[in-house]
């Protein structure tokens, strides 16, 4: 059997790569695409929930002419009848599917069904691991925002430690050149994290004046049992707020992954604020899902 090229988490894209999914993207949404994936299958396969991610990866796949199955996770044999994960990936490669799209809580098991598919992987979020999608229309967004992100400080911005989307988006802005500002308290954020590229606050007002990005994080509240800190404690230090939008430069953008917590990590004021982007980085998700899929099934190079 051949292993076909899966995306995993961003370090397994070229700085190239990443390039030719940007300026696919830039295409894919100014231009009608064409049925590029005209007679491949591609299977969606959730064990976890999820609006936006399933929901455009559905787009993608039907704008670009593929034949789309959807898996209820409850309803495969994988579930309840003790086959194995192995099993399933070489069963679902001897049917001809050409894309697995796969959300798993645990990390790792987009990986291993990858090496059992004759077919390409795509992770949409596996446990706190990888969410590489995610990261690529969050890059995109920040790039329309600011062109080239080398010198560009990207605040992120609470549950780091459980959030899949940090742990992906972090390795992609530094690569890009951007300064990662993570911040959060110690049990969502161990001192650990710091490295190349990237820094470590506590204080979150302290910060907002030098960053031109901040990215909010939900807490993970279903990856741990107990809250560490109390939801007051939390927002007290961490919400971005109506005084905290305040001390941001001016042209400094606001993002989150979706989907927020209103309360929590954010308060209204933030939803009307001039330089909050979350309804374009979820536009973009449809398109850069496109560019990947195009990437893996058509590139020649692969
Ligand atoms: N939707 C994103 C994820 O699945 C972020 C979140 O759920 O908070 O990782
Ligand atoms: N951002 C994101 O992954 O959202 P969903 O969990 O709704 O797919």
Redesign the pocket.
């Known amino acids: 059997m051949r292993i076909r090229r899966s995306l995993i988490d961003l370090d397994d894209l070229t700085g190239e790569e990443i390039a030719a999914i940007f300026e696919q993207t830039a295409k894919f949404e100014a231009t009608a695409p064409g049925r590029r994936l005209a007679g491949k299958t591609c299977v969606n396969m959730f064990f ?1 929930d ?1 609006t ?2 399933f929901t455009s990866f559905n787009m993608a796949e039907l704008r670009l002419g593929a034949d789309v199955v959807n898996l209820a996770p409850r309803n495969l044999s994988l579930s309840s009848k003790g086959e194995t994960l192995e099993d399933t990936a070489m069963t679902l490669g001897a049917m001809g599917i050409s894309v697995l799209v796969v ?1 798993h809580p645990e990390a790792g098991f987009p990986q291993r069904f990858a090496l059992r598919f004759d077919g390409h992987v795509v992770n949409a ?1 596996d446990g706190v691991h990888a ?1 590489p999608t ?1 990261a690529l229309l969050d890059i995109y967004t920040l790039i329309e925002e600011f062109g080239e992100l080398k010198g560009r400080a990207v605040a992120i911005v609470g549950d780091v430690l459980h ?3 940090a742990h992906s988006a972090m390795r992609g802005l530094s690569r890009l050149g951007a300064t990662v500002v993570l911040v959060g308290p110690e049990a969502f954020l161990p001192g650990s994290y710091a490295g190349d590229g990237v820094r470590v606050e506590r204080d979150f007002d302290a910060i907002l004046p030098e960053v031109d990005a901040v990215v909010l ?2 807490i ?1 509240r279903e990856r741990f049992v107990e809250m560490p800190i109390s939801d007051q404690e939390y927002v007290a230090a961490y919400r971005l707020d109506h005084r905290r939008l305040r001390l941001l430069r001016k042209e400094a953008i606001v993002m989150h ?3 927020y917590n209103r309360g929590m990590e954010l308060d209204d004021s933030v939803l009307d604020f001039a330089g909050w982007r979350y309804a374009r980085q979820v536009h973009h998700g449809v398109a850069i899902r496109m560019a990947v899929l195009d990437l893996l099934v058509n590139a020649r190079s692969l």
């Open positions: 976890e999820s936006r991610t959300r979020g969410h995610q959030s899949r989307v994080l939900r993970q992954p979706g989907p």
